[in-house]
């Protein structure tokens, strides 16, 4: 439960400067939490900071445990010895306002792999102790994750139910062979989550020291070309040949009118029932390791998911099955002391899910762009929050204020306008204001809002398959005013860190 006023920014580390095509866990991370300290912020809220997948999305990750390498700062591995001067020297074509990950990801991991082989040729010192450890400590999901990736690569990352069968189901003398072989690139694979645990270690300390805490994002579901669903086939809703049976999404929404069909595989959750939900609690654990709260997306799946048959062209004809429900978060209670967990419980919600959220003291999640559609009763009304509540202007997933703004019907315009008691001379920080003075505990601005940006600054598009994630903002853009106006918002609600 949340009690203590604050607010905070939502800001997805690749969003960050950054002279290498692309924000990572380099000195302009750090530069960002001395602004949020200045601007009166307690949070950072990130997106998933797992490996990307298909459409660069933080939410296909190939594993629920292991961080997304291309947010390693190359220049403090160049510090280290492992890399050279030249190896900092950017691509020509990278820009500073989006993130181009078709030149971005074959320019980091060529320079990963340079630093792995100098890491792995150098002499036996502290840091190879360091490494050693961080391998044992994490050996439960690393070992998988490293030779997944190394098989992935051999396959021209091919799904790996369609891997030769020995490797696809896992025969242990297969697995022991390949180890062997891809020793090199297992090593590869673990020196990487070793760099990117560490970096984000530090940077996460830095922010504790200077009274700012990080909000992570578990995605519920995994994606199907993963470790955790290759080494936990068991788990999964798949067929003799390891292919997913049933998939995940949502059914025509706000966002999308044929629904959205994410394809992730689903879970047999007898069988997570039957191990006492160990997996789910390793998670949970990992993603307490980088973050002092986590937000859980598609909060909802835990009482009812929308299952789409595996070979359906879109989401609309679905069911809804039933989730774990509340013997999940009982055995969350008996693993965790207390459960800082924030529930996304956005979409189609019904009052099992509002119970099961409450019943566990789960802060919900309010978005004020969606307040006006529908009158004074509408939900996402200030008026209707609750102090266990985070507050958001927008999130990732919608447009920014600007855009939304400018694409509204007038009639929700002149709704807003009248509730807000302003003229829409600045509706970004109408909106602020509107959540920063409501009882909610905490408040999130996307930065963009912060900066009053338009729609093309969007981050992301549900159901659009590509140009989603790429957005990146620079130091010029924040200017002096922005600081201290937001400075003041959060000390005259007091919500200032």
Sequence with gaps: MLTDRASGILLHPTSLPGALGAGDFGPDAYK?????VSAGQTYWQVLPLGEIGPGNSPYMSSSAFAGNILLIDLAELSHQGWLSSDDLIPHPDFQPDRVNFTLLRPFRVERLRRAAKKFFAGSHDNMHRKYTEFCLTENEWLADYALFMAIAERENWREWSLWPKELAHRNAQALRRMENTCAEDIGFW???Q???????????LYASEHGVKIIGDVPIFVAYHSADVWAHQELFELDENGRPLVVAGVPPDYFCETGQLWGNPLYRWDIH???????WIARLRHALQLADLVRIDHFRGFAAYWQVAADAPNAIHGKWMPGPGEKLFEAFEKAFPYLPI?????????????????KFNLPGMRILQFAFAEGEGNHFLPHHYVPNTIAYTGTHDNDTILGWWNSNSEREKAFALHYLGTDGHEI??????????????????????????????????PSRPTGNWEWRFSWDQIQPNHTQTLANLSSQTGRKG
């Design 190 to 192: 673990k020196f990487c």
């Design 428 to 461: 970004h920080r109408d909106l602020m204001r509107a959540i920063s003075k409501s009882v909610a505990s905490l408040v999130i601005f996307p930065l963009q809002d912060v900066l009053g940006l338009s729609g093309d600054h969007r981050m992301n598009f």
């Design 194 to 204: 070793w760099c990117f645990a560490r970096q984000w270690s530090n940077l996460r």
């Design 273 to 279: 029932e039957q191990t006492g939900y160990a997996w």
């Design 342 to 358: 924030i529930a996304e419980d956005l979409g189609l919600i019904t009052q099992d899910v509002v119970e099961l959220r409450d």
């Design 32 to 36: 960002f939490v001395d602004w949020l």
